[in-house]
């Protein structure tokens, strides 16, 4: 079974300019996230769907955020314009509905960005 | 605001020894997950506990739920340096709603 796929790997931008990531999750999991992860940091959640539908952004800045996921398959997350310290790994994550209250989430390898 | 207290943030400990590391948190979780993470990587699911009390285990690794689904320990008896990386807890509030423990970074001395 294919893992969660993200691209790019690495991102290197001058602050305020745009940068978009790309998100393909598991085959067949309905749920998918972002997060942002400061160097060291636990994850922070950015914004979390539902098939196509937003079930928690409450935590993106959305004066520069902005995230869809049209078809309700993969997903892309732009920021404009890039803060230097939007600096971060950005996570993306998807869930199967689970049973019995479990929610195991499967975790892409991340994009690193570094603004500068 | 719910929030998951992990700790400790930062260990260092010598090859051979036992280390535990604890997530804490007001709240009552349906299930809780325990992740590590190494660099240039996402983080990876170790393990799942949904039952208060209940104790798993993953080779050298130990896991335990709180009887009251509020917290839980990672116990790692003998540690090697391939046990360093960044390890995360995870509680799920609902289906809907996860929360994520801000980690702990593990370096093992050979």
């Known amino acids: 079974e294919a893992g969660v796929a993200q691209s790019p790997r690495y991102k290197i931008i001058e602050k305020r300019q745009s940068v978009a990531f790309w998100c393909n999750p598991i085959?067949?999991?309905?749920?998918l996230y972002w997060y942002q992860q400061i160097l060291g940091q636990g994850p922070k959640l950015l914004i979390q769907f539902q098939n196509n539908g937003v079930v928690d952004d409450s935590q993106l800045p959305k004066d520069r955020f902005s995230a869809e996921r049209l078809k309700g398959v993969d997903s892309t997350l732009k920021i404009q314009p890039a803060k230097l310290e939007d600096s971060a790994v950005y996570l993306c994550?998807?869930?199967?509905?689970?049973?019995?209250?479990?929610?195991?989430?499967?975790f892409g390898p991340g994009t690193r960005l570094t603004v500068l | 605001t719910q929030l998951l207290e992990q700790s400790p943030q930062f260990l260092s400990i010598q090859e051979g020894e036992n280390l535990t590391v604890y997530c804490n948190s007001s709240s009552v979780f349906s299930s809780l997950q325990w992740y590590r993470q190494e660099p240039g990587e996402g983080p990876v699911l170790l393990v799942t506990v949904v039952t208060g009390g209940e104790v798993k285990k993953l080779k050298r690794l130990t896991f335990q739920f709180g009887d009251a689904r509020k917290d839980s320990s990672l116990h790692i008896t003998a540690a090697q340096p391939g046990d360093t990386g960044l390890y995360l807890c995870?509680?799920?509030?609902?289906?809907?709603?996860?929360?994520f423990g801000s980690g702990t970074r593990l370096s093992i001395r050979p």
């Open positions: 994550a998807s869930t199967q509905k689970g049973t019995s209250g479990r929610v195991e989430q499967f």
């Open positions: 085959s067949g999991h309905a749920t």
């Open positions: 995870a509680g799920a509030l609902s289906a809907s709603k996860i929360i």
